[in-house]
């Protein structure tokens, strides 16, 4: 299993901007694709973005489409999830995960970061 670290969370006012981080062990990490989850207080945890192993195919949720945008560089084994004109409606712990193919579901997902806060202030 490959290891993942988050960071870049924090306090933005609506409309600002956040770039996530998510460091991961290991010496095969294009092997893997990646993806962010989020989970509000008292919702189920939700898909935001996923992208291949080099780079080739990412999906989006409708809901941050067009704001957000996920990216990867292999030679430093990190992904980045790019927020911007964010929304109070974004405020969520966000999550990096590495699974064997790109996918959209958690479940398909089996390794998983501890998670960074995001919070977007009306």
């Known amino acids: 299993q490959v290891q993942l670290v988050e960071s870049g969370g924090g306090l933005v006012q609506a409309g600002g901007s956040l770039r996530l981080s998510c460091a991961a062990s290991g010496r095969t990490f294009s092997g893997y694709a990646m993806g962010w989850f989020r989970q509000a207080p008292g919702k189920e945890r939700e898909f935001v973005a996923s992208?291949?192993?080099?780079?080739?195919?990412?999906y989006y949720a409708d809901s941050v489409k067009g704001r957000f945008t996920i990216s990867r560089d292999n030679a430093k084994n990190t992904v980045y999830l790019q927020m911007n004109s964010l929304k109070p409606e974004d405020t969520a712990v966000y999550f990096c995960?590495?699974?064997?193919?790109?996918?959209?579901?958690?479940?398909?997902?089996?390794?998983w970061g501890q998670g960074t806060q995001v919070t977007v202030s009306s």
């Open positions: 995960a590495a699974g064997p193919r790109v996918a959209t579901t958690a479940a398909l997902f089996a390794s």
């Open positions: 992208i291949s192993g080099r780079g080739g195919m990412t």
